[in-house]
Structure formats: C-alpha cells, structure tokens
C-alpha cells in the first residue's frame, strides 16, 4: 500500500486567505477566548535525560552524565556496586556534563559529593572558581557557557573507590526528592507523560527484566531512566503514564513490567501501555527488527505489511499480559495502545484488522504533526523565497488542509471500532531531510518560525482541529530541547525560556490553564 500523496507545496505556499488573517504578527493574541468545548487533554513528551539536554530533570547531574575515556581500555576496569568505573593508577575517567547547551543552564554554586578515597577535579572553561574542597566534597562556581563541565575521577583507591558521586545542580543539595524543582513547576498541569525518550525506547536493547536500568545505578542514562522513576514522577505531579514495551522484551519482563506498574501507579492514574515507538519507522531498529519477525513468521511477503502485522499480534500478546496482571482493575487503570502512521491511514486499519488486534486495544494513537513537508531538500528555494511570511501562509494551509483531512481519516477509524484516538506526538515539523538539515538557511528560518509569536496561532488552530474532529489526549512533542538543524522539537529550548519566546509552550499552557481558571507561566 502507497503513503497517501499530500499536497503540492506551491498549493501550501500560495497566498493565505482571509481566513489566515488572523495569523499575522499585528493581531497575534488578541484570539478570542479559548471556547470551553473546545478543551482537552494535554500530555507531553518528556526529552532523553543525556548530558547534552537542557531539560534538566534531576537535582543531580551526574544522572546524565557521559562516561567517556581517551580509549576503551575502561571496558576491562572493575566497577562500584552503583556502577561508577575504577580507573587503576595512572588513569583517569572524564565525565562530561552541560554538553552544547549554549550557556542554557544556571549560573552559581555547584557542589560534587562523593564516598570512598581519591581524587575528584571538575574543569573546562565554564568553571569560574573553585569555591572549596574537603574529604568528598567540592564546590565550583559555575558560569554558563558553550563549553561543557568535565568531572574527572583523577585517583580512586581501590580498596576504598570513589562511588555514590553527585553533581548538584545550584540550591538542589539538601532537597530531599531526586527531582528539580524548576523541572516539575513547569509540567504542573500536563494530563499524561510519554516516556518514550525518557526510557530510550528507540533502538531499546532490553530483553531481560535483570537488563533494565535500576534507581540504584549511578547515572539514569544507561537504557533510559529508570520505570520505578517514572512512575515516581507521574505519581508526583499527579499525572497519567504513557510507558513504551522494549521492543524485544519477553513475556515475563512484560509481567513484572505490568506488576510494577501495578503495584506502585496510584490507583487513580491511567497507565497507557505502547509497543515500543513508531514500528512503522524504518531508521528504527524496532522497525526492522519487526520487519525481519514479520517475514520469518510468515505474516506477509510484503516486508512494509508484516512487519505492521508483527505489531498487531506482539501488541495483542502484551495487552493479555497486562489484562492478567491487573485483572478486574484493567478497564480503569490500563489504556492499551496501538500506534499507527499519521501521514497513511492504511496503517492504523491494517494493526485493527489483522488478527483483529483492534479487539483488543482501547485507543488508536498517531502523531498529526504539520509542515514536515517544508524541510523536504526539493523544496528548499520555494521555502526560502517565500520567507516566515510564506512558510506561515503555507503552515496555516497545511494545518486546516492535509493535516486536518489526516486528522478526520484516522477519528472515522477509531469510530468504525469503538476506540479512542489519541496523539503520541505531535505538533510543528519543521526540519530539513534529505541533506536540507545542512542548509544553514532553512535551519534559521525554521528556528525563527518557532519563536514567532503566529507558531501559537497554529497551535491553537490545530489543538481545535483535533478536538473538533474526535481527538482525545494529545501529549506534545516535546517538553525541553535544544534547537539544531535535525529540527525545534522542544516547547521550550531551555527550561526557564520566557512564555514570549516559546509560542508552543505558551498555547498548551493557555488550553491547559483555561480550564482551571489559571494563569500560564
């Protein structure tokens, strides 16, 4: 089966019409009120916890810390009981931090604590001084810059090595969650977080239950953040859990997956339960993973087709784990997913039909983003002679044409099978593909569209589209990230950015607040 052909782009980009008036930056925010019909669900994408993210979950920074040494050697070196590495004399093991984050971060005190014997340094050019030292203890000032935080385990005495070590990030030490403080104020109010980044489902190698991250591992970054720490964050703000299966997971990491969830999401949350992400993606290795099953199995002899239907009886097999583990608190508790394509139909009707999965799951999810077609490399010069005010004329088109027929196709669907339609991601795409992402042109005009203020517009207009047409919980993509030419995925590029220069965030937050009477901040 074809992907859908989409619009000509000269079509998006032809003049706006009157009923795009409403976008133009002389008239931007002064909408009509949000109509109370019109509200919904909102959920958010939470980035991968890594040293190059501004997203900055933990107190600690040494959750997302890079180990890194000058060769492989550490490979064969023994390691603490948490994990941490134990370089023997005369090496040394830099970690880095605050990677690329263009000076995005606070400034102030930072402290570094540590158990066992030896000798901690932090250096690179944005430590301004060193405040203090003393046994397992140091504190730096920090002045924000490009340049990133190096903490190197210069000596650790074997018999007594440096473990339990932790980078606190300015006023965080004697907190006593794990979390952020600023890291949490700004999720206030999301419906739902998606884990699938936070988890590092993409290309996930977890099998075993004994393979998967722990709360005890010194850094949260091997495999992805812990579930017992997701699951402590949506229990913390209150929120529903989207959690994304390993794509290779066996049945009994499915179970104790299913228990833990179980026994630790409160009651009152809804746990939304995904095979991995994006089956359908092939620069996925789940995707071809999928795709070789699918043929091995003998469900299609088209690769595209079976590795779809791979999706649908691996997703039935994990939704019948969990109807077992949660037994007669399934339909309350447990929202089973099943993830198709936004851009082709087809795919969300072949994962309910084959094998009649659809039976078995509660929701069709997709990701409705608009104006992917704008990074295309085809189209580069059009994009750049028509401008922000051209790229904007042809975003509007895009998201009450395209995207909004999309949007229509995928409700009949959930309709025609008494099943929910909800988004795993969405929003703006805006990124060069097919060696656009290298045209340092269209990656300024693309970061600019995402800091004008008529980017809030559309997000209106399309939040609007979706709940119009039968939309349900749409969580966002994503919650915190650097810009760069790969595409402006976060709402906010840092975690502290201004409402007036982060539309996305600033119009979630609007639909959100306008339904408890608050003020977006």
Same mark, same amino acid.
């Given at each position: 089966?074809?992907?859908?052909?989409?619009?000509?782009?000269?079509?998006?980009?032809?003049?706006?019409?009157?009923?795009?008036?409403?976008?133009?930056?002389?008239?931007?925010?002064?909408?009509?009120?949000?109509?109370?019909?019109?509200?919904?669900?909102?959920?958010?994408?939470?980035?991968?916890? +890594?040293?190059?993210?501004?997203?900055?979950?933990?107190?600690?920074?040494?959750?997302?810390?890079?180990?890194?040494?000058?060769?492989?050697?550490?490979?064969?070196?023994?390691?603490?009981?948490? %994990?941490?590495?134990?370089?023997?004399?005369? /090496? +040394?093991?830099?970690?880095?931090?605050?990677?690329?984050?263009?000076?995005?971060?606070?400034?102030?005190?930072?402290?570094?604590?540590?158990?066992?014997?030896?000798?901690?340094?932090?250096?690179?050019?944005?430590?301004?001084?060193?405040?203090?030292?003393?046994?397992?203890?140091?504190?730096?000032?920090?002045?924000?810059?490009?340049?990133?935080?190096?903490?190197?385990?210069?000596?650790?005495?074997?018999?007594?090595?440096?473990?339990?070590?932790?980078?606190?990030?300015?006023?965080?030490?004697?907190?006593?969650? +794990?979390?952020?403080?600023?890291? $949490?104020?700004?999720?206030?109010?999301?419906?739902?977080?998606?884990?699938?980044?936070?988890?590092?489902?993409?290309?996930?190698? $977890?099998?075993?239950?004994?393979?998967?991250?722990?709360?005890?591992?010194?850094?949260?970054?091997?495999?992805?953040?812990?579930?017992?720490?997701?699951?402590?964050?949506?229990?913390?703000?209150?929120?529903?859990?989207?959690?994304?299966?390993?794509?290779?997971?066996?049945?009994?990491?499915?179970?104790?997956?299913?228990?833990?969830?179980?026994?630790?999401?409160?009651?009152?949350?809804?746990?939304?339960?995904?095979?991995?992400?994006?089956?359908?993606?092939?620069?996925?290795?789940?995707?071809?993973?999928?795709?070789?099953?699918?043929?091995?199995?003998?469900?299609?002899?088209?690769?595209?087709?079976?590795?779809?239907?791979?999706?649908?009886?691996?997703?039935?097999?994990?939704?019948?784990?969990?109807?077992?583990?949660?037994?007669?608190?399934?339909?309350?508790?447990?929202?089973?997913?099943?993830?198709?394509?936004?851009?082709?139909?087809?795919?969300?009707?072949?994962?309910?039909?084959?094998?009649?999965?659809? /039976?078995?799951?509660?929701?069709?999810?997709?990701?409705?983003?608009? %104006?992917?077609?704008?990074?295309?490399?085809?189209?580069?010069?059009?994009?750049?002679?028509?401008?922000?005010?051209?790229?904007?004329?042809?975003?509007?088109?895009?998201?009450? %044409?395209?995207?909004?027929?999309?949007?229509?196709?995928?409700?009949?669907?959930?309709?025609?099978?008494?099943?929910?339609?909800?988004?795993?991601?969405?929003?703006?795409? $805006?990124?060069?593909?097919?060696?656009?992402?290298?045209?340092?042109?269209?990656?300024?005009?693309?970061?600019?569209?995402?800091?004008?203020?008529?980017?809030?517009?559309?997000?209106?207009?399309?939040?609007?589209?979706?709940?119009?047409?039968?939309?349900?919980?749409?969580?966002?993509?994503?919650? +915190?990230?650097?810009?760069?030419?790969?595409?402006?995925?976060?709402?906010?590029?840092?975690?502290?950015?201004?409402?007036?220069?982060?539309?996305?965030?600033?119009?979630?937050?609007?639909?959100?607040?306008?339904?408890?009477?608050?003020?977006?901040?």
């Amino acid at each position: 089966m074809t992907i859908p052909k989409f619009l000509a782009l000269a079509a998006l980009m032809a003049s706006a019409t009157a009923s795009c008036a409403q976008n133009t930056p002389e008239n931007a925010g002064q909408r009509a009120p949000l109509n109370p019909h019109l509200q919904h669900r909102i959920g958010m994408n939470l980035s991968s916890n +890594v040293d190059y993210s501004s997203q900055f979950a933990f107190a600690d920074l040494w959750r997302s810390a890079r180990p890194w040494t000058p060769d492989n050697s550490h490979l064969n070196w023994p390691t603490t009981e948490d %994990g941490t590495l134990v370089p023997p004399p005369g /090496k +040394v093991l830099d970690h880095y931090l605050l990677t690329d984050l263009r000076g995005w971060y606070p400034a102030g005190k930072y402290v570094i604590t540590w158990q066992g014997e030896g000798e901690v340094e932090a250096r690179k050019f944005n430590v301004k001084r060193e405040i203090s030292r003393g046994p397992g203890r140091l504190e730096i000032e920090i002045e924000p810059s490009n340049n990133a935080l190096v903490v190197t385990i210069a000596r650790s005495n074997p018999d007594n090595p440096i473990r339990d070590l932790h980078v606190w990030m300015p006023g965080t030490e004697d907190l006593k969650s +794990v979390w952020n403080p600023a890291f $949490l104020e700004r999720l206030k109010g999301f419906e739902a977080l998606r884990f699938m980044d936070f988890g590092e489902a993409n290309n996930s190698t $977890l099998q075993k239950w004994s393979e998967r991250p722990k709360p005890s591992d010194a850094r949260w970054n091997n495999h992805g953040v812990p579930l017992e720490i997701q699951i402590e964050l949506a229990n913390t703000l209150e929120t529903d859990a989207w959690f994304c299966v390993p794509h290779l997971a066996d049945d009994d990491y499915v179970r104790e997956m299913a228990r833990l969830i179980k026994a630790n999401l409160k009651p009152e949350a809804k746990a939304y339960i995904e095979l991995s992400n994006e089956i359908w993606n092939g620069m996925f290795a789940q995707s071809r993973y999928a795709e070789k099953r699918g043929v091995e199995l003998g469900l299609d002899a088209n690769g595209f087709t079976a590795k779809l239907n791979w999706q649908a009886r691996r997703s039935k097999e994990i939704f019948a784990i969990f109807d077992e583990v949660f037994g007669a608190e399934r339909e309350n508790r447990v929202v089973r997913v099943l993830a198709g394509q936004a851009g082709n139909p087809w795919v969300a009707g072949q994962l309910l039909s084959f094998e009649n999965a659809g /039976k078995s799951a509660d929701a069709i999810a997709i990701a409705p983003y608009f %104006g992917h077609w704008f990074g295309d490399a085809a189209n580069t010069e059009k994009v750049l002679a028509g401008g922000l005010d051209g790229l904007f004329e042809g975003l509007s088109r895009d998201v009450d %044409g395209e995207n909004l027929n999309l949007i229509k196709a995928h409700a009949k669907l959930a309709r025609d099978n008494g099943l929910e339609l909800i988004a795993y991601e969405g929003g703006q795409h $805006l990124s060069g593909t097919g060696g656009a992402e290298n045209n340092d042109k269209l990656t300024s005009l693309f970061h600019r569209a995402n800091t004008d203020a008529r980017m809030k517009e559309l997000y209106f207009r399309h939040h609007e589209n979706w709940v119009k047409n039968g939309g349900g919980l749409y969580a966002a993509f994503a919650f +915190v990230a650097i810009p760069s030419k790969w595409g402006s995925w976060g709402t906010l590029r840092y975690l502290d950015e201004p409402l007036e220069t982060a539309p996305k965030f600033a119009a979630l937050r609007e639909i959100l607040d306008a339904q408890k009477g608050q003020t977006a901040k």
